[in-house]
Nanobody, 123 residues
Framework: QVQLVESGGGLVQAGGSLRLSCAAS????????MGWFRQAPGREREFVAS????????YYADFVKGRFTISRDNAKNTVYLQMTSLKPEDTAVYYC????????????????WGQGTQVTVSS
């Protein structure tokens, strides 16, 4: 199975942008659907966005539509989350995940998680 390592988190002012990256090891990256989740202190982990194996389908949580964009580069074994117009409520640890199939409501196969990267948005 793949191993996932996130990067790109940090501190940003409200209205700013960040791009998260998730690098996957192994030669089977393109066989996984990929997603981003986040978890704020005291809250459950929640779905943010996902992308299909072939990049033909993307899914977003309502609270990030129009602000975040998920993409992947199968040649680089990397999935990205471009975040714009950031808000203080976007502050959370962001986790990359891999699964056989991954949408906001359906997950097929065991989710594989990265270690997470902290995003902090100041007001």
């Amino acid at each position: 199975q793949v191993q996932l390592v996130e990067s790109g988190g940090g501190l940003v002012q409200a209205g700013g942008s960040l791009r998260l990256s998730c690098a996957a090891s192994g030669r089977t990256f393109s066989s996984y659907a990929m997603g981003w989740f986040r978890q704020a202190p005291g809250r459950e982990r929640e779905f943010v966005a996902s992308i299909s194996r072939s990049t033909s389908s993307t899914y977003y949580a309502d609270f990030v539509k129009g602000r975040f964009t998920i993409s992947r580069d199968n040649a680089k074994n990397t999935v990205y989350l471009q975040m714009t117009s950031l808000k203080p409520e976007d502050t959370a640890v962001y986790y990359c995940a891999a699964a056989d199939f991954l949408t906001p409501t359906v997950v097929v196969g065991k989710k594989i998680w990265g270690q997470g990267t902290q995003v902090t948005v100041s007001s």
